[in-house]
C-alpha cells in the first residue's frame, strides 16, 4: 500500500476543508446520530462500534476526543502508550480526581479498555470491573490485557448486572451521551455505589441539552463535588489525538481511514466544541451518606 505523506495539523486545518470526502460524510454522520435522535445514537453503538472494534481495537485502544492542558500535562507514560497519550489524559485527570488506591471501580463503557489498563497500571485499584454494549469489545479486552483485578463484562449501562452498594467508584468516559436512557443510567451508578463512594464522570452535551443533563443529577441520591468546564483541554487533546491517530494508521490502513481521521475527527470536534454549540466537562459526584441502594 503507497505510504501516505505526513499529517500535520494545527488549528488552522479545521477551517480548510474539502467540500466532499469519506471522513467529511463521517464526520457529519456521526453528528447527525449522536445530536439528533437517540435511535440513531444506540443503532450506532449497537452497530458501528462492533464493526471498528473488529477492524482497528489492536491499533486503537482509546476511543475519545482526547484532553491537554496548558502547559501540557507531561503524564509519564511507556512507549507503547504514546499513540494513545491524549485520550491517556482525559482518562486520568478524570479518575485521579479521588485517590482509588485499594478501590474497587467500576468502569461504564470501557470501549477497547486503553483507558481502564492506564487506570489499574497508575492509579492502584483493588479491583477494576470494565462493562461495555459492544460485545466484540469485550471479547478484545478480554484477550489483550492480563493485570492483577482487571476484569471485563458484557452489559448495558441503563441495566447494570451488579448488586446494590458494589464499588467504591464508578468511572464513566465520553460515552453518556450515547445512552437513550441518562436519569436511568444515573440511578444504577448510584445504586451500585456504596454510601460515599464516587462517580467520577466527563462527557459533552449541546447547549440545547444542558438543562436537561443538569436536571437528572438533581433526582439522584449524589451530590456534585466539583465541576468543571473543560472544552479548551479536549480541543487541544482533539488535534493531538488526530494527528497520533493518523501517525500510527499512515501506510497501515486504507486511504478513507486517514481521511476519517483527519477530517471525520476534526469536524466532529469542531462541530461539538464550538463556540455556543456545546459543553464538555469533567464532574466529580459522591453518593449520599445515608442513602441505600
Ligand atoms: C466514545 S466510546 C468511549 C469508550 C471509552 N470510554 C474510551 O474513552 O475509550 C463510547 C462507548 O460507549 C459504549 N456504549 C454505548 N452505549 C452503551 C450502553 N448503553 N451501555 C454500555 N456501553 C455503551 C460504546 O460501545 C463505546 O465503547
Known amino acids: 500500500m503507497k505510504r501516505r505523506g505526513p499529517l500535520r495539523l494545527d488549528p488552522g486545518s479545521y477551517m480548510r476543508q474539502p467540500r466532499f470526502s469519506a471522513g467529511l460524510a463521517f464526520g457529519r454522520l456521526t453528528l447527525a446520530f449522536t445530536t439528533v435522535s437517540d435511535r440513531l445514537t444506540q443503532i450506532f453503538a449497537k452497530r458501528v462500534y462492533p464493526l471498528f472494534t473488529r477492524r482497528f481495537a489492536d491499533q486503537v485502544r482509546l476511543i475519545n476526543l482526547g484532553y491537554e492542558e496548558d502547559p ?5 507514560l511507556p512507549q507503547s502508550d504514546e499513540p494513545g497519550r491524549f485520550m491517556i489524559q482525559l482518562y486520568h485527570r478524570t479518575a485521579a480526581q479521588v485517590d482509588l ?17 492506564h487506570v489499574v497500571r497508575t492509579l492502584g485499584p483493588a479491583s477494576y470491573t470494565g462493562l461495555d454494549l459492544n460485545r466484540a469489545g469485550i471479547d478484545f479486552c478480554r484477550a489483550a490485557y492480563d493485570l492483577p483485578g482487571l476484569s471485563f463484562v458484557h452489559g448495558d449501562a441503563q441495566s447494570l448486572p451488579f448488586s446494590d452498594d458494589s464499588f467504591d467508584a464508578v468511572l464513566n468516559v465520553e460515552a453518556s451521551h450515547g445512552y437513550p436512557d441518562f436519569p436511568g443510567f444515573l440511578a444504577e451508578v448510584a445504586r451500585v455505589l456504596r454510601p460515599g463512594g464516587h462517580f467520577l464522570y466527563t462527557d459533552l452535551r449541546p447547549l440545547p441539552w444542558i438543562a436537561q ?20 483541554e479536549v480541543s487541544r487533546g482533539l ?7 493518523h501517525d500510527l494508521v499512515a501506510g497501515r490502513g486504507p486511504r478513507y481511514v486517514l481521511d476519517v481521521i483527519r477530517y471525520g475527527m476534526v469536524v466532529y ?25
Open 269 to 293: 470536534g469542531k462541530a461539538t466544541l464550538g463556540p455556543r454549540r456545546s459543553s464538555y466537562r469533567m464532574y466529580c459526584l459522591a453518593k449520599d451518606e445515608g442513602s441505600v441502594g
Open 72 to 76: 501540557p500535562m507531561g503524564l509519564s
Open 213 to 232: 443533563w443538569e436536571a437528572a443529577f438533581a433526582d439522584v441520591p449524589m451530590r456534585v463535588l466539583s465541576e468543571r468546564c473543560i472544552d479548551e
Open 239 to 245: 488535534i493531538g489525538t488526530a494527528q497520533r491517530l
Open 101 to 117: 488506591t485499594g478501590k474497587r471501580v467500576l468502569e461504564v463503557s470501557c470501549g477497547h479498555g486503553g483507558g481502564a489498563s
